[in-house]
Each structure stands twice: as C-alpha cells, then as structure tokens.
C-alpha cells in the first residue's frame, strides 16, 4: 500500500509544474489567440534563472522561496518584452504568422539560453527544510514533492479568484469572447493583452522554477514541456483551466505508474489518453465546442489557378536546367539540389493540406522523418532492396497518417495543429526510446542505394524524378474532384456538407495522401544522407517544413517549392556559423515584423490596383 | 420640441467606406448637435450600420472626417473613441455570452461624466426589471429581450455623452418599446445626444427630433423629424 501511496502523490507533484505551464499557455491562447510557441522556452528559462537566483542569494528557506519567485517574475517581464516588442505589432496578421514569429522566438531564446547558460545540464538546488523524506506506511515519499502537490491547487485558487472576483478578470474573460465588442466599450485591450502575456509567462516561469530541485534545468526542457503542455491543454479542453488542471492530474499520475509498469512508454500512455478523451469529448474533458463558422476561410480569397502559361514555361526551363545540371555542378550541388527537392515533395505535401485542405499540421515531420525511418528500418532489419524500401515507406506513412489523421479531422484549427503537433512529438519519442529498435539517439547508419543508383549523378536523377512526380501527381490531385471536393471543405464545411460531400472522410483521405508523400520524401531522402536520426522527426523539423511553406506563400501552389528552396540554401548557408538558431529566428522575426500579410501577400498588395478592380485579389496563379 | 445647443457633437463629412474592395459609404455627410436625438432611416442594406460603424472606428473610413465634439476622430482605435465619451449599441446585441449579466454591466463600466449622476447596476435594475431578476446568470442564457435590454445597459455603464444605438427596439415587446423610449427621452434631459439606426418610425419618431434618410451610402434626405413627409418615407423607406 505504501509504495501505491507514494506513487500517487509523486503523480500528483509531477501534474503541478506541467500545469502551471498549460494554464498559461491556455490563457494566453484564449486572449490573444496566439498559439505561443515559445512557451516552452519561457518554462526553460524560469529554471535556469531560478538555479542562478538560488545560488546568489544567501541560504535558507526564505531566500529559496524568494528565488523561485523571482525567476517566475523575470520570465513574466521576458514574456512581457516579447509581448510589447513583437506580438503586439503583427496581432492583425493570419494567425500563422504569429505561429511562425513565436517559433521564432523560441530558436533565438534556444541559442541566447545556450550562450548565457551553458551546454551543461544543471542539477537543482535542494529546497532548505525539504530536503528530507517522510515515510508513508514504511514508503518514502521526498518533502519537497509534498510541496509541489500543494501548489497547483493554490495557484488552481488564485487564478479563479483573479478571473471570477477581479474587475481585470472579468476583462480577460470577456476577451477571449469578444475583442471587438470589449474595444467598443472603452477597453484598451493592448494593455490586457500585456498583462495576460506577463502573467501566462509568469506561470510558465514559475513551472519552471518550481520542478527546479526535482528535474533540474536542461536545454531540451523547452520542446519536452510544449509538446505535453499541448497534450494537457487539449485533454483539458482549450481555454479551460480546470480542465488543465484535471488533464494535469491525469497525464501525471499516468507518468508516475506508467514508470513502474512499463518504462519508457511514458508518451505512448499520453497518446492513448488523450485518443481516448477526443474520441469520447472531441473538446476536451471541460472545453467547450468551437462555435459555428462566422466566416469563410481566408484561404477562399485565393482561388488556386491551373498553370499559366508563363508558369508552364517557367516549369519546363526549371526541368530543362535540372536535367542538364549535372553536366556542369559538382558532386556537391547536386547532393543540395537532390535535397531540395526532396524536401520541397515534403513541404509540397504539407501545403496540400494546409493550403488547399485548411488543415494545418505543426508535426509533419513524424512523415517525413517516419518514412526516412521505415525505409531505413527495412534495409536495416530484413535487407529490404532500395526500390522495395521506396515503396515501402510511403505505404507504412500512409497508414500512419490514416491513424493520426483519424483523430486529427476530428478537431479544427489551432485544436488540430496541437494534436499534429503532439502525435508527432509521441512518435519521435518512440524512436528515441525505443532503441534497441530505431537505434535511439544514436540513429541508424549505413543505409546506401541499391548499386545501380549508386552512381550520384543516377542518384540525382532518380531524386529529381521522384520528387517532381511526386509535386506534379500533387499538383494534378488538386485538380481532379477530389480536390475540388477538399477545397469546398475549407471554404466552408457547413455547405460543403450540405451538398453531400463527407467533410471529415475527405479531410481524413487528403491528411492521409499527404502522409504517403511525405513518407515518400523521407524515403529517398534516407538514401541520399545514408543515414537517419531523430531530429528528422523532431517538433523542430515539422517547422523547418511548416516555415519553408509559408516563406514561399500559402497562397500559390508553386509556394512550397520556392519555399524550401530559399530555405535550405539559408540553412545551407547559416548551419555551418555558430549560433545558426539565433539568426535564422532573427531572420524570421524580421520577415515576420516587415511583412505581416506574409511575403506573397505583402507583393500581391504591393502590386495590387485600387480598390474597386475585381481584378486585383485573384491574379495570383498556381 | 427641445431646444438644443449650438455646438456640434458630431460631424461626419464625407466619409467613404469600404469592405475589402467594396464600397459602401459614398460621401456619408452630416452633423448631430448636442442635446439632439436624431435617426438615420433606409432600407436594409443602405449603410446604417455601416455608418455607425465608421463613427466608432469599428470599420476605418478610407476618406473623410469625423469631429467628435470638435476632434477629429477618424483613425483613432475604437477603445480611445469610447473614451472620449461615445456609447455604441451593436445591431447584433454582441453580449458576453460566458460572463453572467452582472460581470456584462461591470465591463461596460466607465467613469462618470462631470456633473452628472452616474450609472450603477442598482439604477439599471430599476429601469429593467428583468435584468434584475437575472443579474447572475449568464449573458447567453438569457431571452433575446433581455439580452437586447442588457447590451443597452451595459453601454449606459459607460456614461456616455454621445449614445449610439443600432435598431435598439428590435426584438423587443411593446411595453419594453415604450420603456426603452421614456428611457432614451430620460437621456436627453440629462443632455444626452441620440444617434439611432432604425426601422421602426414609430419608435424613432417618439424620441429623435431629426432624422436623415440614408440610401446607396449617403444621406439623401435631412429634415426635421416631424416634418418628414409621407412622401419621402414611400420614396425612401418602403422595402
Ligand atoms: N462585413 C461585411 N462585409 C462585406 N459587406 C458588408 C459587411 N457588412 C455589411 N456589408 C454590406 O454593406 C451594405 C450596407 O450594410 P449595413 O449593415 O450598413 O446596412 P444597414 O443599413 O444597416 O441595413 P439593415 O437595416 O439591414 O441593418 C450591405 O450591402 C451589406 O451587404
Ligand atoms: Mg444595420
């Protein structure tokens, strides 16, 4: 009975960091429908800031305190600079953007916590007074998890209070409803917003600092909490934080006896929590529906044209060029060209759904680095020839993505990008966990093409074939009535349904046609590297995909391509430099702050005529 | 017939607007006194709302001025409009559906206007009963009276000098028609300004002592409300 006893309560102290950190998150979402990627960071950074605070000032158990405090603080005013330096200029900008200028954030505090802090992992502090054990029927249960228990209900308490007794409160919550409305009234909603920033980051930072003495402070901390700080939220029910409390709860007690029975498999029990709960209360066990769509899609204004004959030729030179190109590159360009457009199959597949499909994924790379795995797996484990291998890894990734996808279409808008977001968080995980399987960290090597592709230059035109069938057999899917179909689903799925089109079905088959091609992608691209790792399905892969998408435009089909051109020549350019983070998050904060329409909007409004010319919104082209 | 003063509260001239690429407001001109109730009247789909709308900066004017008591105001955000002593009443009610009635009337709160007594919950409660009855349940648990009374409450929380209404009596019983409009009366004596959307004539006729008459965006028609013709309301206003 001890042991059982002491294994509840470590649940209950492991749930009180991981919600303080979803309840802000969750806040700062539903006031400012910022989807804060870097939330993560801001949990990071309370725990190393907390280490340096404890360790400076004086000992005991005041200044103990005092220092966890301090650190949540410091972390609510970094939110609060954030905040007032650049969410508050781009807040009209799609909501994408705003995704892509937080990840932003999130690489430039990765690097700068890298710089100030150090590689090296820290070991935290024990807290003064609690750093004993109690015994609970003949089990020893640490004080100082006793401690964390106690503090997520307070905080549970105290944020009721603020929300429910205060007249700010009261603003807050009439602004997650109605912005507008609340403007209307005489609320400056710039100064709410800020306070709602300090005080989602203040909780993260206090997450943070409080698991200090528990789990130390490391620099993989920020992905590790957001991916299950999406998890609690969405279980809990976006915006509801009771429900983050309950979902906290759970999901921790869940790691705790996950821990003694099957070790290792702490996310897949996550996973299979939260399918359960979605599909049981696809809002979540306390939120509440989305309402009805108000409004058409934004996509709608952009109709995709087929190819003009200015594109057609472009097309046909582009192929021509990339033909001809090994008659005069070396080995290394066509390694990088070979890349690229592997990559833009990834991104092109990515597009398709979030484009033309609506559905935007914050995990696509568990298809991309799942089909890189499954080929490798194959030739790793049976011997599996390459061709066979290539055939293989999109078939296991459209299977995958029908799983996924099965969940996923269930939910909507930033709802569905949470849920990508943490399926592919749980498979990365699996692959790193399960080692003696996937080879862990330490990735699987020695994947080469059968002989005959052996040669590079073979090599360069099977890549280039494959990866341009596969953009064009995309391309032409739009096309056919089962992307009709698909685009009539995003632009609005009441009247989509109303003519007999299955939304959800069709929602289901395009996320799972994107998964094979993207395991395609992946598939080649293993045998190009001749090795693959977990970062090819890591979260900071599915936003090398996601961001390459939206630099190119989400508006035009020939945006992905464009896309993951520019964006592994700057990787290809920046990733040799120390600190590569920082300036490729720099970059992105300035594309973001210059052009917050997104690049192709800011041109198609720069050459936009005046208003009144029907003309003007729809001259973009595929 | 009340007699008003001479400086004008609000000037709108000329003013332009546009939903994305469509033009609706074509050179909106005209002006309200202070003290005065006035109505803009047109069929559906003139530009009322639209109108209103610009004023409070809720849609920004491409061209033209607007000049609140003398300020220009156009381009300023619609939080810093209200400040300045305006109160808007959307068409489409627009009640905090999660917050109870009370925590709706606390968000409108603003602070008193000089010289006058201010509006509290209590005060409010007397002149809707209904509201009174209801005052911890949700907004959106409410009728839709009630919830129409509500979000005309909640504007007057903010004290304002300048009360826009869009179509207020819409949806509302006639008793609480006859109510609303004693009330609207009420804020003229306190020197109030009234500027209404309206449909019914009926109502507006009661309150408003001017009325333009709004078609395809502009204001076609100004008289004095009681010198409105049969006339010009068949021309102007029958659907
Ligand atoms: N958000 C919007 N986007 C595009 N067009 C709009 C929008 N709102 C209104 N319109 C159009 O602007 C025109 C004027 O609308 P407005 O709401 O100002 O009319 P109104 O005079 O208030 O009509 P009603 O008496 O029906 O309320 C209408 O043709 C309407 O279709
Ligand atoms: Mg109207």
């Known amino acids: 009975m001890g042991p059982f006893i002491v294994q509840f309560l470590t649940g209950l102290s492991n749930a009180s960091a991981l919600f303080l950190v979803a309840a802000g998150l969750s806040l700062i979402f539903g006031v400012s429908r910022v989807v804060n990627m870097a939330h993560g ?3 990071m950074v309370g725990a190393y800031v907390a280490y340096f605070a404890i360790s400076w000032l004086p000992k005991g158990g ?8 301090i650190a949540a603080v410091v972390v609510g005013l970094l939110g609060t600079v954030v905040e007032v330096l650049l969410l508050r200029r781009i807040y009209r900008a799609p909501e994408l953007f705003m995704l892509m200028a937080t990840f932003a954030v999130l690489l430039v505090i990765q690097d700068l916590a890298l710089w100030v802090f150090g590689a090296e992992d820290l070991l935290g502090p024990r807290a003064p007074g609690l750093d004993g054990s109690i015994q609970i029927l003949g089990a020893l249960m640490p004080e100082y998890d006793i401690a964390l228990i106690l503090i997520a209900p307070l905080v549970l308490v105290g944020l009721w209070f603020l929300l429910n007794r205060t007249r700010w409160g009261v603003l807050v919550r009439a602004a997650t409803e109605d912005r507008e409305m609340l403007a209307a009234l005489g609320v400056n909603q710039k100064r709410l917003f800020t306070g709602v920033f300090f005080l989602g980051s203040f909780l993260a930072g206090l997450g943070g600092a409080v698991q200090l003495p528990k789990g130390g402070a490391d620099l993989l901390m920020d992905l590790n909490v957001i991916a299950a700080a999406f998890v609690v939220v969405v279980v809990g029910g976006m915006g509801s934080i009771p429900g983050a409390f309950l979902a906290a709860l759970i999901l921790g007690e869940l790691t705790s006896f996950g821990v003694l029975f099957i070790p290792q498999s702490t996310l897949v029990m996550m996973f299979f929590v939260m399918a359960v709960v979605l599909v049981i209360r696809p809002y979540g066990l306390l939120g509440k529906p989305e309402g009805v769509e108000h409004t058409v899609s934004e996509l709608a204004q952009w109709p995709l044209r087929k190819a003009s004959r200015k594109l057609r030729v472009t097309g046909a030179v582009l192929a021509a060029v990339l033909l001809a190109f090994p008659l005069f590159a070396g080995s290394f360009q066509l ?3 070979g890349e690229i457009a592997m990559f833009a199959l990834a991104c092109m597949s990515l597009f398709f759904i979030t484009g033309p499909g609506g559905m935007v994924s914050f995990g696509h790379a568990a298809f991309f680095g799942g089909g890189a795995y499954a080929a490798a797996l194959f030739v790793h484990h049976v011997n599996t020839p390459m061709e066979l291998a290539l055939l293989l890894a999109p078939t296991c990734m459209a299977l995958l993505a029908l799983v996924i996808g099965w969940f996923c279409v269930r939910l909507s808008g930033v709802y569905l990008a949470m849920l990508t977001l943490a399926f592919a968080q749980i498979c990365w995980a699996v692959v790193c966990q399960w080692g003696r399987f996937t080879g862990g960290d330490d990735g699987v090597l020695g994947i080469w093409p059968s002989p005959w592709a052996g040669n590079e230059v073979i090599f ?3 890549a280039i074939i494959i990866s341009g069938g596969g953009i064009l057999a995309l391309r032409y899917l739009l096309f056919t009535p089962f992307g009709y179909a698909m685009r009539a689903c995003r632009d609005s799925r009441l009247r989509a349904a109303a003519i007999g089109i299955h939304v959800r079905r069709r929602q289901w088959y395009s996320f799972a046609v994107a998964g094979m091609f993207a395991g395609l992608a992946g598939g080649i691209y293993v045998f190009s590297k001749g090795s693959v790792f977990p970062y090819e399905m890591s979260i900071p892969r599915s936003f090398d995909i996601l961001l390459s998408v939206l630099l190119g435009g989400i508006h035009s089909l020939s945006g992905p391509v464009v896309g993951s051109a520019a964006f592994i020549g700057l990787e290809d350019l920046i990733s040799r430099v120390h600190f590569w983070r920082l300036i490729l998050g720099s970059i992105f904060i300035l594309l973001v702050v210059c052009f917050p329409q997104g690049i192709a909007g800011y041109f198609s409004a720069r050459f936009a005529k005046e208003p009144g010319d029907q003309e003007a919104g729809s001259e973009r082209s595929g | 017939m009340q007699r008003h003063g001479k400086e004008k509260i609000l000037e709108v ?10 033009q609706i407001l074509f050179d909106m001109t005209f002006s309200i006194r202070r003290g005065e109730a006035a109505v803009l009247l047109g069929r559906n789909g003139a530009g009322k709302s639209t ?3 610009s004023v ?11 000049l609140f008591k003398g300020r220009s105001i156009a381009g300023l955000p619609t939080y810093k409009i209200c400040s300045l002593g305006m109160g808007y009443v959307p068409e489409d009610r627009r009640i905090f559906a999660g917050l109870t009635v009370a925590e709706n009337l606390e968000v409108g709160r603003r602070p008193p206007r000089a010289g006058f007594e201010p509006w509290t919950p209590e005060r409010l409660y007397d002149l809707f009963p209904n509201l009174q009855v209801h005052k911890d349940r949700l907004g959106g648990r409410i ?6 009374m509500l979000t005309i409450a909640r504007t007057l929380m903010g004290n304002p000098e300048l009360m826009i209404l869009d179509e207020p009596s819409e949806g509302l019983a006639p008793v609480i028609v006859d109510q609303l409009a004693a009330t609207l009366e009420n804020l003229k004596q306190d020197r109030v300004t009234v500027l209404l959307a309206e449909q019914n004539l009926g109502f507006a006729g009661r309150i408003c002592d001017r009325a333009f008459i709004v078609d395809h965006g502009a204001v076609c028609h100004d008289s004095p409300m009681h010198e409105l013709s049969a006339g010009v309301c068949e021309r102007f206003l029958a659907v």
Request: proline content about 2%; aromatic content about 22%.
């Open chain 2, 13 to 22: 001239k000329g003013v332009r607007t546009y939903y994305g690429k469509a």
């Open chain 2, 51 to 53: 109108t209103l709308k």
């Open chain 1, 41 to 43: 960071s801001f949990y």
């Open chain 2, 56 to 66: 409070m900066g809720l849609v920004s004017p491409k061209q033209g001025e607007i």
């Open chain 1, 62 to 69: 005041f200044w103990f305190w005092g220092g966890i405090l």
């Open chain 2, 143 to 148: 009728s839709g009276g009630e919830q129409q």
């Open chain 1, 460 to 462: 360069y035109y099977l």
């Open chain 1, 335 to 337: 390694i990088l060209i």
